[in-house]
């Protein structure tokens, strides 16, 4: 029976019926489902590890140990495991291993977007991408076979559009897992200059191989049809181009590394007109054009962001869409914020109110850059935070007793550690906050190593934060509650005028997490409420402005009774009402 | 139905429960023997944003997104956010609203005024508008957290879905401590669409 799967749980389920029995990734949407749910079916071991180049060296060991391994991650978590992968791919493997990389055209949920097909020529390793939930099942459980055949890992490329779109999915027997005899061989998997010679020869002769396949292999499929236009899409663009062109030909890729360099000759012999439809960068098109064949791409389409129906329709003709209606005005926009009840809402109110340079993390957190908290100078990327602020530090433009890193729980143990230890050996002064909400929020509420539960929620070992920091050599280490204003901005002050380094544990859990107390709610006195505003400038949905009446008021559905806005208040305007 | 694609958009705040939603109308398509894609929106965006999640059925579906102009119904589930998603409504179809009225930012801070006669602009345009105060009566139903399922009442009315399909689906991914609530609610949002349509 066919039932509906997003991407992510397909792949899940591919690799289950593949016989994978060690999974491991660290949460980054649009990949965090794959590993989640692969992790409950029988027979295999799951794990958060704490960043996804640990996840990819955990994945490498289980392979050569003989296990089938899948290893998933973001499209910017491939760039923190990008010095395993590269070499992982000379060393080949034992037991059959995926990569699966999630990319997210459009940025929905990330800093970049970055086309990660990219990895494929620049690490040499096969990229094979669905265009389906069906696929993206059947094709996890082939690129398990191309691994252990071709003794290489392989990249499982989607985008968000396909790793959360439904679509239906029959589902197949799983086969028997069965581990794969380890037997010592150092010249393949000891990366000295002398081995590592001889195993780049191997990869130089397997990507021959590979190329074979491409051209023979069913992932590649010319459909043939009107031959005035032929288009080489892959991926979920191929939905697109059929939605709007259902009689052309058209060259569909699942595997878009090595291309099948015989079977696009062939096809554009057989088309008079050739164009590729790929989103982000032309790297097949770019390929295609280096063989001396015409072909168009580029010139018609974005680098920017996803496509869509309507947009391929626009730029190569085929069924004409239908005008929707428009409204004059302009509909206020409604960019996303913090939850009510947030923890980190009050530490972003202080950063602004002291006037602190802040150096941003990623996770919910960095919606605290957004108006009107405005509460961020500069976010890159994982981890960034920590040797941001010791930088700007170093550079001698800014007071030292102006700078912070923000940075979460979560995102600290992926990355954050080893800059810490620069602060501390540098003798950098850098005052840090970690926002500790006690789990990876934005994400969906992952576990990590210091959250005591494991990816099964099962009982772990509890990293110790405070107990680590002091361990770096940080000296002056101190838990503050983030909804209490005053303690936060003392703590605040003391360590930013220290001359050596310190850490502020800003420790609450996710307001999704706890229920909101049903005791006591917030209530505005109107008579004493001056409509100064100051109260809305945190960015709350509980608490609003009725402008007619120069009056703030609370949403009793959506206030979680936190009491920052009464602490924000000067006039002590807002009251905490029990019972 | 042969050859015919319905488009459906569930448009909403994050945490309205769109994706239950979509969920629940895609399974009911499956069951009835449809090819079915949805489209949703995970991350970021959830947190307070503007969401949309766009579910297609038919004999054979292509694309997982639906192109402007091309949706047979939006159901919205606030108001501004209707009026947001409506340049992609098909020129006859039908957009049914929840009466409520979620602030943005802008709005909250008083620097936009919300538009508060929104939903009687888009009656005047589209023929076929129908306004329900589904929070009201999910709130008689138990929760409000219902209202996302007298949403799913009322649009099963409009696909002319069979109740027991629907309540079938309903069953299968509600809670079971929710569940009487949002049967309930279900069919409250269903005979408020035979009474109104």
Redesign the interface.
């Known amino acids: 029976m066919k039932r509906l799967m997003i991407g992510n749980d397909a792949i899940a389920r591919g690799a289950y019926e593949a016989g994978v029995t060690v999974a491991t990734a660290y949460p980054g949407t649009p990949s965090t489902e794959i590993v989640s749910t692969l992790a409950h079916y029988p027979g295999v071991y799951g794990e958060w590890a704490p960043n996804e180049k640990v996840a990819l060296e955990v994945g490498a060991g289980a392979s050569i140990g003989g296990a089938r391994t899948l290893v998933a991650m973001k499209h910017v978590g491939v760039n923190v495991a990008a010095d395993p992968l590269y070499t992982f791919v000379y060393t080949g493997v034992n037991g059959g291993m995926v990569i699966v990389s999630a990319d997210d055209p459009g940025m929905h949920s990330s800093q970049n977007e970055q086309d990660n097909r990219g990895y494929g020529r620049f690490a040499k390793l096969p990229v094979i991408e669905p265009a389906d939930s069906q696929e993206a099942l059947d094709f996890t459980r082939l690129a398990f076979d191309i691994s252990e055949e071709f003794d290489t890992p392989v990249m499982l490329r989607i985008t968000t559009r396909l790793a959360h779109s439904q679509t239906l999915v029959e589902e197949g027997e799983p086969k028997q897992a069965k581990l794969k005899e380890y037997k010592k061989d150092a010249p393949k998997y000891v990366m000295l200059p002398g081995f590592a010679r001889g195993r780049h020869v191997a990869v130089e002769k397997r990507l021959e191989g590979l190329k074979e396949y491409s051209n023979k292999t069913d992932l590649n499929q010319i459909e043939w049809g009107d031959r005035r236009l032929g288009v080489i899409t892959s991926g979920v663009c191929y939905q697109y181009v059929r939605e709007v062109m259902p009689d052309i030909s058209v060259l569909k890729l699942g595997m878009v590394n090595p291309l099948p360099d015989k079977l696009i000759r062939e096809f554009a012999q057989g088309v008079e007109r050739l164009v590729v439809v790929e989103e982000l960068e032309p790297v097949i098109e770019e390929q295609v054009k280096s063989w001396g064949i015409a072909v168009e791409g580029k010139e018609h389409f974005t680098l920017l962001g996803e496509y869509s129906p309507e947009y391929l329709a626009e730029r190569l003709g085929g069924v004409a869409q239908a005008q929707g209606y428009g409204l004059d005005k302009e509909i206020p926009p409604r960019p996303p914020l913090m939850c009510p009840g947030c923890p980190h809402r009050g530490v972003f109110h202080t950063l602004k109110r002291m006037r602190l340079k802040v150096m941003g993390d990623i996770g919910c957190y960095t919606l605290g850059a957004l108006s009107p908290l405005d509460g961020m100078d500069a976010c890159v990327c994982m981890g960034a935070s920590i040797g941001m602020a010791m930088g700007m530090e170093k550079a001698e433009g800014v007071d030292p007793s102006k700078i912070v890193a923000v940075i979460g729980d979560s995102t600290f143990v992926h990355s954050g550690i080893t800059p810490l230890i620069d602060v501390v050996y540098n003798q950098g002064t850098s005052t840090v906050i970690i926002l500790d909400n006690s789990t990876t929020a934005m994400t969906g509420h992952q576990d990590h190593p210091a959250t005591g539960l494991n990816i099964m929620k099962e009982p772990a070992p509890k990293l110790d934060l405070e107990a680590l920091i002091r361990a770096i050599g940080v000296n002056h280490v101190r838990v503050v509650d983030p909804l209490q204003l005053d303690e936060l901005r003392s703590a605040l002050e003391e360590e930013l005028q220290r001359r050596e380094p310190s850490v502020i544990i800003a420790r609450r859990p996710c307001a999704l997490l706890v229920k909101p107390p049903t005791d006591k709610q917030m209530v505005i006195e109107d008579d004493l409420c001056t409509g100064c505003k100051l109260c809305i400038r945190i960015g709350c949905t509980g608490i609003y402005f009725i402008e007619d009446e120069k009056l703030a008021a609370i949403n009793p559905t959506t206030c979680v009774s936190c009491e920052v806005c009464a602490q924000v208040c000067t006039f002590d305007a807002i009251k905490i009402v029990e019972g | 139905m042969a050859g015919k694609v319905m488009n459906i958009l569930i448009v909403g705040?994050?945490g309205q429960g769109t994706l239950l939603t979509s969920?629940i109308l895609?399974?009911v398509a499956?069951d009835l023997g449809y090819?079915?894609?949805?489209?949703?929106?995970?991350?970021?965006?959830?947190?307070?944003?503007?969401v949309v999640s766009q579910v297609r059925y038919g004999e054979k579906?292509?694309?997982?997104?639906i192109?402007?102009?091309?949706a047979d119904i939006i159901l919205a589930f606030e108001k501004?956010?209707a009026?947001?998603w409506?340049?992609?409504?098909?020129?006859d179809g039908m957009v049914i609203i929840n009466d409520d009225r979620?602030?943005?930012?802008?709005?909250?801070?008083?620097k936009?005024?919300?538009?508060d006669d929104?939903d009687q602009?888009?009656a005047q345009?589209?023929e076929k508008t129908m306004v329900v105060d589904a929070s009201s009566i999910a709130v008689e139903c138990g929760n409000?957290r219902a209202a996302n399922v007298v949403m799913v009442g009322l649009l099963a009315g409009a696909m002319g879905f069979p109740e027991e399909e629907v309540e079938k689906a309903i069953r299968a991914m509600v809670p079971p401590k929710a569940l009487d609530i949002n049967l309930k609610a279900f069919k409250e949002g269903h005979n408020l669409y035979s009474n109104i349509a």
């Open positions: 705040v994050g969920r895609a399974q499956v090819d079915v894609k949805v489209s949703e929106i995970h991350g970021m965006a959830q947190r307070g944003g503007s579906i292509y694309s997982p997104i192109s402007k102009g091309g501004l956010e009026a947001r409506l340049d992609y409504l098909k020129p979620v602030d943005p930012l802008p709005v909250m801070s008083g936009v005024k919300y538009p929104i602009r888009i345009m589209v409000v």
